[in-house]
């Protein structure tokens, strides 16, 4: 396909000063957003079904209903629409979080739901878990590549040290908090959970995906985490 999916499109049918010609109305083409939109959402479901060596161009394409072409012309490469895709799901988990109902006044509260967020994010969008192990199987070399992943962990940080310091303000937390260790800390015991619920349900002999184990497992991490904090 050579044309762009957001030209229009010709009638075909030539009109006279003396003769008007009724012609099927025919839908509007796509808009180069919505062809990226759809591209994009469909290769985040291949790129997590099959891992980045595994999806196939043409397989995306299919999926998106669209052509191996527009994919090249959108992205250029797998691999930049590999890194937009991851770029995306960073993007989604931070404004996710940005939602949070989050309270200053009561920093013991805020920082219990920032904690237990990653948790919570994963088991709802387990193919976030996919995409970052298939990353870090290679080494993170593609997210490297990114221009604007960084937007959006340094943020996620800036909101817990908000929190963190208003407790500290307010007598409640230590003064040492190093916030950027306790990120890392609630996300990979969020992550680790996620990404291990089925082997570590046939080791345990129990389901790792029951509500109440569920529940317990992010009151577990809060507690944890908190403990690390608490004066």
Known sequence: MTARDDEPQASGIESTPDI???TEKKPRPRSAKTTRGNILRAA???????????????KISKAAKSY???????????????????EAAY???FEAEQKLPLDLSDPVGSLRKIVEFPFRYYLANPEII?????????KGKHIA????ADQYARPAIAILKQVVQ???????????VDCEKLYI???SLGYFYVSNRYTFSSFLNTDLMEQDNVDAWAGYVSDLLLKSVLK
Do not use: P, Q
């Open 166 to 176: 208003r407790g500290a303000e307010m007598g409640k937390f230590r003064n040492d």
């Open 185 to 187: 800390a609630m996300t």
């Open 91 to 93: 993007k989604d988990i």
């Open 130 to 138: 996919v995409l970052l192990g298939t990353e870090n199987l290679h």
């Open 68 to 86: 191996d072409s527009l994919i090249y012309y959108y992205f250029g490469s797998k691999e930049k629409l590999f890194v937009e895709v991851l």
């Open 20 to 22: 008007t010609v009724a």
């Open 145 to 148: 590549k990114s221009k604007t």
């Open 44 to 58: 985040k479901k291949i790129f997590s079904k099959d891992g980045y060596d595994g999806a196939r161009v043409d």
